[in-house]
């Protein structure tokens, strides 16, 4: 099977920068999209940002310009670099890879246990 282990959250303050890191592992053949979600209590588990397997970003409106998705295709990584940290930030963020196994025949989606990142003064 996958495992996703993501890392690197915790208590920032406003304006502040985080970088969360999730390692991808196991029966692993093929990585297309790797991305990270996020959610805040009360609220939809929502995209932050995905990186697709020749490179291409997509971003959600409210990070643009703050956030920087990148990744490691040897380490099967995928990073996200958080800066100009806000409270509204404030969720369990989720990493998500599509993995193709041996066992499948295209593209499956997984996803990490998730990571505090709280923003507060």
């Known amino acids: 099977q996958v495992q996703l282990v993501e890392s690197g959250g915790g208590l920032v303050q406003p304006g502040g920068s985080l970088r969360l890191s999730c390692a991808a592992s196991?029966?692993?053949?093929?990585?297309?999209?790797m991305g990270w979600y996020r959610q805040a209590p009360g609220k939809q588990r929502e995209l932050v940002a995905r990186?697709?397997?020749?490179?291409?970003?997509n971003y959600a409106d409210s990070v643009k310009g703050r956030f920087t998705i990148s990744r490691d295709n040897a380490k099967k990584m995928v990073f996200l670099q958080m800066n100009s940290l806000k409270p509204e930030d404030t969720a369990v963020y989720y990493c998500?890879?599509?993995?193709?196994?041996?066992?499948?025949?295209?593209?499956?989606?997984?996803w990490g246990q998730g990571t505090q990142v709280t923003v507060s003064s």
């Open positions: 998500n890879v599509d993995v193709m196994t041996p066992s499948s025949r295209w593209y499956v989606g997984y």
């Open positions: 196991g029966s692993i053949v093929s990585i297309n999209v």
């Open positions: 990186i697709i397997s020749g490179g291409s970003t």
